[in-house]
């Protein structure tokens, strides 16, 4: 973190020509500053020297405009302002709303606005220009004309029905079906059936010569406009993909327009960051969790072995696989958990110091979100005063670790404003807000404190979040949202259980949650200890000692590689949380004495199953009919093959071997007095 990330910013605020009540005073002292706030109305024109005064005594500047943000940063940058510069939206978000007092909420802004975040790192992907057109004759043909002049374009047609052949050759023109695609922007790669250049014979039809299957290329940027089905899962999330309806005109031109900018280099964020170590994907070919892959809308995630790899070519930062990831493997990095948990905890407290009540968060995206935000504002009541707006890149992000820690916070509730085109997409979403609930219900803390609203109309959603009815206030109990995403669970969950009456040690979970115990009938376990070898989080250790299985119940993820891979199908899984202190020891599942070799005394395999092995077929099998044949199944290994080898009836016993031929022996049998049989005597 930079030393001006770490100074409290200069905070200019502004009533927008009086069109929001501010108060200077209540806003500062929120903010824990000494001096009262200036309350500006016409910041952006007729008091713009107030700003340019700022820039000379601040290296952090906090301005409370978005909507004038161009020419703040137009004026900061002739000024050769070299500080940090940022801006707040306090208007729709808060001031502009009928109902209450906003000056807590809009203090709660400013103070968010103020938590400085870790920077996301990034990727460069680097474009050359190199664009594959695809669609149906000479539709397909002048849209590739129009982008000539700015890509290297080829058009690839799946029908030349009614295309003229062109007089000038400056477009390579085949024809195919594209069986394959993949890949991303400035790294995409085809696979062309039927694929055929055209003559440069042609006359009035077009001809295609040499057509073969299995044809590969590769481009940067593809414009699909067959109007099939799309090349890729997700295909409104694959950069340098632009598809668009042969039949819609003003389609076709955006997606023209939009693939003339897509050349040169662009830096794009890496949303998310994995750790392969502790991911439960699989071991040793058997699969336990694969959440992720299922989540993923966008086929960014591929298996490969026992664990999973990203393509942040790909990743469009939808956030499904770190809701859902059990282990904490998969973690989100724009922003990272512990930042947005950190800017609610601090939007929070200033709500609540500066005399807020009942706070209830919501969340929402740039995209769809702010918008919806914005025509409440501007057409309607606004948001209620006691709702703080908190965008983020992607809703579907949020895991059960940050909804917990933003009640730790002191939320009230938590609605989401889902955007109603990716509703397949929000399962992620549900099922974590479902886990949550039923962790809140199990300490006690009842009550409707979610909603997932996915309605496009603004007037609807505000009469939404105006009827919602306050849920019971929780107490805030901040804590330091450090580490991976379980512990910061669990220390969400502890201050929530620490602020609930008579709570209980263990809460039962839905399934596929992703806390849990398991369970091993000790009649069928062998102890071989493969559930040990398959655990992906050391939950499942085995004993120093003896033979035997121990449990750390806290850390385990539920994701059944253990029962998965256990050859006599004796372990059971419970979906629990247990917040007990003994769920962090481990605990003793199974266990035996070790059987002791009956020739050398060494320790091999358990007593409990030598026993029953020997009872089993001892007498009754056909390899140990003999009085004391049963002793070999008391046998080390390596005294087992040496009892073995020494029997009769030893399968890999050869004969007698000749006895060596001497200079006597030659000499007794050319004298005759020794026959050649005599060699086979020992």
């Known amino acids: 973190m930079s030393d001006k990330a770490k100074t409290k910013p200069t905070c200019l605020i502004c009533n927008c020509e009086r069109t929001m009540a501010l108060d200077g005073a209540t806003i500062s002292a929120a903010l824990g500053r000494e001096a009262p706030l200036k309350v500006h109305s016409h910041l952006c024109r007729t008091e713009v020297a107030s700003f340019e005064a700022s820039l000379e005594g601040s290296d952090n500047l906090l301005v409370a405009c978005t909507q004038e943000a161009p020419l703040f940063s137009e004026i900061a940058e002739d000024a050769a302002f070299a500080g940090s510069l940022s801006t707040v939206n306090i208007r729709e978000t808060a001031g502009w709303a009928s109902d209450g007092d906003a000056n807590p909420k809009v203090a709660a802004l400013l103070a968010a606005a103020s938590v400085p975040i870790t920077p996301t790192g990034q990727k460069t992907i680097t474009s050359n220009g190199v664009c594959l057109v695809y669609g149906a004759g000479q539709a397909a043909l002048e849209a590739a004309k129009k982008l000539a002049g700015r890509l290297s374009v080829t058009l690839l047609l799946t029908d030349a029905e009614d295309l003229i052949p062109p007089d000038f050759a400056d477009i390579p023109i085949a024809l195919g079906r594209i069986s394959a695609a993949s890949g991303h922007l400035g790294a995409f790669r085809i696979t062309v059936d039927g694929y055929a250049p055209l003559s440069p014979s042609s006359r009035a039809t077009p001809d295609f010569v040499m057509a073969r299957d299995g044809a590969t290329s590769e481009c940067d940027i593809i414009v699909d406009l067959s109007g099939g089905a799309p090349l890729f899962v997700g295909a409104d999330k694959r950069d340098g993909y632009l598809r668009a309806d042969p039949g819609y005109p003003t389609g076709i031109a955006e997606a023209l327009w939009q693939a003339s900018d897509l050349v040169g280099e662009f830096e794009k964020p890496i949303y998310v960051a994995y750790d392969p170590d502790i991911c439960a994907h699989s071991r040793s070919e058997q699969v336990g969790c694969s959440k992720c892959l299922d989540t993923c809308p966008a086929g960014a995630i591929a298996p490969e072995g026992d664990i999973v790899v990203y393509d942040t070519g790909i990743c469009g930062g939808c956030g499904g696989c ?65 709702v703080i707006p908190f965008a983020v890149h992607s809703v579907t992000a949020l895991g059960h670790d940050v909804l917990a820690s933003v009640f730790a916070a002191g939320a009230s509730r938590i609605a989401v404003l889902a955007p109603p085109d990716r509703a397949e997409e929000m399962a992620a979403l549900q099922a974590e807000t479902v886990l949550t609930s039923a962790i809140l219900d199990g300490l006690g803390l009842h009550g409707s404190r979610f909603d997932i609203i996915d309605d496009p109309d603004p007037d609807a959603v505000e009469a939404r979040l105006h009827d919602l009815a306050d849920a019971p206030p929780l107490p805030a109990s901040a804590f330091v949202p450090t580490g991976p995403k379980r512990e910061i669970a669990r220390a969400a969950i502890q201050k929530l259980r620490d602020a609930a009456e008579a709570p209980p040690d263990v809460i039962a979970l839905p399934e596929a949650a992703p806390y849990g115990r398991i369970s091993i009938d000790t009649d069928g376990c062998t102890l071989c200890l493969a559930c040990v070898s398959s655990c992906p989080v050391d939950a499942l250790l085995d004993m120093a000692d003896k033979p035997g299985v121990r449990f750390v119940e806290a850390a385990c993820v539920q994701c059944g590689l253990c029962r998965t891979t256990c050859p006599e199908s004796v372990i059971s899984l419970e979906p629990r949380l247990n917040m007990a202190p003994s769920a962090l020891s481990p605990v003793t599942l199974n266990e035996d004495e070790p059987f002791h070799c009956v020739e050398c005394g060494k320790p091999f395999g358990t007593k409990a199953t030598i026993e029953r092995i020997s009872a089993q077929l001892a007498g009754r099998h056909s390899m140990f009919q003999k009085e004391g044949a049963e002793r070999v199944i008391q046998m080390c290994d390596d005294c087992r093959i040496a009892w073995q080898a020494n029997q009769a009836d030893n399968p890999f016993a050869a004969g007698p071997r000749p006895r060596v031929r001497t200079t006597a022996d030659y000499l007794a049998a050319r004298d005759g007095s020794l026959s050649a049989d005599d060699f086979l005597d020992d």
């Not at 930042?339 to 919501?362: C, H, K, N, S, W």
């Not at 929402?364 to 409440?376: F, Q, S, V, Y």
């Open 322 to 386: 770190v809701a859902v990831c059990p282990s904490g493997a998969v973690s989100y990095a724009f922003p990272r958990a512990g930042d947005l948990i950190a800017r609610v905890q601090t939007t929070l407290e200033v709500y609540t110091r500066a005399g807020g009540e009942t706070p209830m968060v919501l969340f929402h995206d740039d995209r769809h979100g702010t918008p919806l935000i914005g025509a409440m504002a501007r057409f309607g009541r606004g948001l209620p005063v006691n």
